[in-house]
């Protein structure tokens, strides 16, 4: 059951405008996924000379996209225009913060725009690579998104990105199942499925794994923070509290159950911990020569001492 507040990409650039004061408080968990997803380009023999970053948030991965590919012409999206003004003031090459900003004035400047995962304004095959760290799971429909993101892709183009899989927060869904039976967390997509609307979008080779992290708190209240500001749960709420879709914190007393719920999850360490499943993948785009037979399923066939490497003609 998807959210009703994030089916409409007006009201999910809203809740990101609101984060985006205090989202470098959870920003350690991107970066520590993009810094894996960075591991698994450095197998990949690609050079882009143009290169989006999709949901770029604070500029984690236009960091990364430079760092690995410093002549190229580099793009971050996101939904939110407060997001991307936070990452043009982390930018050192426009602060020209000290002699980091001094070295990167001579590489290419980022360009941003604010836009639709499903209506990007660019034209069709304008970039080489596609990168999204944790951003494509907030879009209750992924289908939608990937043949957009195709279009958008050169021939011999790769698309690489991240996102949460089921069972992600799972600890916290346990702790909200004995309280009511309302859905109070987002729903997130499984992998396999992922592979699969990859292939009806007429991207080739796809390859998928996932792992899974668990952060630890001190506190019921630390761990609802972060969650909150990731964008986890299904209540959104505005900055005065009001609940503005699903179900939210309701009373003290509702509250008071969560936390009591949570605290008798403690580890042996006496922290509660959250898991966060990860899902990985990364695909091309190929001209129709290029694609590979597919089995009954749809799914292509990889030898597996060719995971990683570009597909050629």
């Not at 089916?7 to 996924?33: G, S």
């Not at 580099?74 to 980091?100: E, F, H, N, Y």
Request: hydrophobic share 45%; proline share 6%; glycine share 8%.
């Amino acid at each position: 059951m998807s959210d009703p507040v994030l089916a409409r990409p007006a009201a999910l650039r809203r809740a990101f405008d609101r984060r985006a004061a205090r989202f470098a408080d959870v920003d350690f968990l991107l970066r520590e996924v993009g810094s894996r997803m960075q591991d698994r380009l450095s197998y990949i023999k690609a050079t882009p000379a143009r290169a989006l970053d999709l949901g770029c948030g604070l500029g984690q991965g236009l960091a990364v996209l430079r760092a690995q590919y410093p002549d190229a012409q580099i793009c971050g999206v996101d939904w939110s225009s407060a997001m991307l003004a936070q990452a043009q003031k982390l930018d050192p090459q426009r602060t020209d913060a000290g002699w980091l900003g001094r070295l990167l004035k001579k590489r290419p400047v980022f360009d941003f725009a604010q836009a639709d995962f499903r209506a990007l304004p660019f034209a069709g095959a304008s970039f080489d690579l596609l990168w999204s760290n944790l951003a494509l799971h907030w879009d209750p429909a992924p289908h939608a998104i990937f043949p957009e993101w195709h279009r958008i892709t050169t021939e011999g183009g790769l698309l690489m990105f991240s996102l949460f899989g089921p069972d992600t927060l799972r600890e916290l869904r346990s702790a909200l199942a004995g309280i009511d039976a309302g859905i109070h967390t987002l729903r997130f997509v499984d992998m396999h499925d992922i592979g699969d609307m990859l292939v009806h979008s007429r991207w080739s080779t796809p390859v998928m794994d996932m792992e899974q992290l668990t952060i630890t708190y001190e506190t019921p209240q630390a761990l609802l923070a972060d969650v909150h500001l990731l964008g986890g749960m299904a209540g959104l709420t505005d900055e005065a509290g009001r609940c503005l879709g699903g179900a939210g914190l309701h009373t003290p007393r509702w509250r008071q159950r969560l936390f009591d719920a949570l605290d008798a999850q403690r580890n042996p360490d006496g922290l509660i911990p959250l898991t966060f499943e990860i899902v990985y993948g990364h695909a091309w785009k190929l001209a129709p020569t290029q694609r590979q037979a597919l089995d009954e399923e749809g799914r292509a066939m990889i030898p597996i001492d060719q995971i990683g490497r570009k597909p050629r003609a």
